[in-house]
């Protein structure tokens, strides 16, 4: 089967520096996606990542291992404004993008 | 720029009523359109997707249906909704198959079924 896996939930203090992990077990793979959800909102693309290495993007940053099945997100200079959800999706051999549950972050004063 | 609309924002329903969601997207064409359904707490549950008119793929067997009369609509739809259709409906479209195409959604209609 195919399966993302993603922290439930995480916690940081703003200012801070914070990674969010994502493993994945897919059938083929055509990109990673990062998209972030507010609560009440719909999800906002971030990020895209198809080759290993590191994309960065202002504070954002998005990190692929293809070997590893495995990436993550880095939030730099974390604001208040970071509070939201973290979806890890995946562009399967169908070209469908296969999501997981998404990661909480919670940012603290 | 393109942009996508979802209506209504918020649905309340009874238990059996039957539902219409529409889904229009602008400055675009022939794109791919998506359904998805998120419950509370949830990751995105793909529902339906189409290429194009006229063409609808199931993901998820359920008393939801999908249409897309024209090339930039896409309607959800049921005759009899159940209390477990209640969730934040989500329309997303991309440009094509590429794989760098992300998928962009519109602002969600949540139902509450009662």
């Known amino acids: 089967g195919q399966n993302i896996d993603q922290p439930t939930e995480m916690t940081a203090t703003e200012g801070a520096i914070v990674q969010i992990n994502c493993t994945y077990q897919?059938?083929?793979?055509?990109?990673l996606f990062w998209y972030q959800q507010h609560a009440g909102e719909a999800p906002t693309f971030l990020s895209y990542?198809?080759l290993d290495g590191l994309e960065e993007k202002g504070r954002f940053s998005s990190f692929l291992s293809r070997s590893k099945g495995y990436s993550y997100l880095l939030l730099k200079e974390l604001q208040m404004k970071d509070s939201a959800s973290y979806l890890c999706a995946v562009k399967d051999s169908n070209y469908q993008l296969i999501w997981g549950a998404g990661t909480k972050l919670i940012i603290k004063p | 720029s393109q942009t996508i609309h979802q209506w209504p924002a918020t649905l309340v329903q009874p238990v059996g009523s039957p539902l219409s969601l529409e889904c229009t997207v602008e400055g675009t064409s022939n794109p791919n359109l998506y359904w998805y359904r998120q419950a509370a707490g949830r990751g995105l549950q793909l529902l339906f997707y189409s290429v194009g008119i006229g063409q609808i793929s199931s993901e998820v067997p359920q008393n939801l249906s999908a249409s897309r009369p024209q090339d930039r609509q896409f309607i959800l739809s049921s005759k009899k909704l159940l209390l477990s259709d209640s969730g934040f409906y989500l329309c997303?479209?991309?440009?094509?198959?590429?794989?760098?195409?992300?998928?962009?959604f519109g602002p969600g209609t949540r139902l509450l079924v009662l």
């Open positions: 997303a479209w991309t440009s094509g198959r590429e794989e760098s195409r992300a998928q962009y």
């Open positions: 897919t059938s083929g793979f055509n990109g």
């Open positions: 990542n198809v």
